[in-house]
């Protein structure tokens, strides 16, 4: 079994920054992939970001590429969301999720989900 739990979640305005962190337990972290989802209210829970096991293979949504960012520190068994220029349509519950078996932007992969963080950017 593998514990995820997110914070860094708030309240920012529009052109704010915020940086989701999320903390992994109960399965070595280095041999996971590991995933951002974000879902707003009433809509389907979507794809953010994506990253390797080693941290060398990034993969994001075309609606944050180029704002958002995702890292991992494998020493502290945490991933990482940098998300700068927000905009009132990144709104939204941030769950990370982890795999196994691979990266990808399908939900389905992943195993193992967080509780979610709220991220609610004002304009």
């Known amino acids: 079994q593998v514990q995820l739990v997110e914070s860094g979640g708030g309240l920012v305005q529009a052109g704010g920054s915020l940086r989701l962190s999320c903390a992994a337990s109960g399965r070595t972290f280095s041999s996971l992939f590991m995933a951002w989802f974000r879902q707003a209210p009433g809509k389907d829970r979507e794809f953010v970001a994506a990253?390797?096991?080693?941290?060398?293979?990034?993969v994001y949504a075309d609606s944050v590429k180029g704002r958002f960012t995702i890292s991992r520190d494998n020493a502290k068994n945490t991933v990482y969301l940098q998300m700068n220029s927000l905009k009132p349509e990144d709104t939204a519950v941030y769950c990370c999720?982890?795999?196994?078996?691979?990266?990808?932007?399908?939900?389905?992969?992943?195993?193992?989900w967080g509780q979610g963080t709220q991220v609610t950017v004002s304009s």
């Open positions: 999720a982890a795999s196994p078996y691979g990266s990808s932007r399908y939900k389905d992969v992943y195993n193992y």
């Open positions: 990253i390797s096991v080693s941290g060398a293979r990034t």
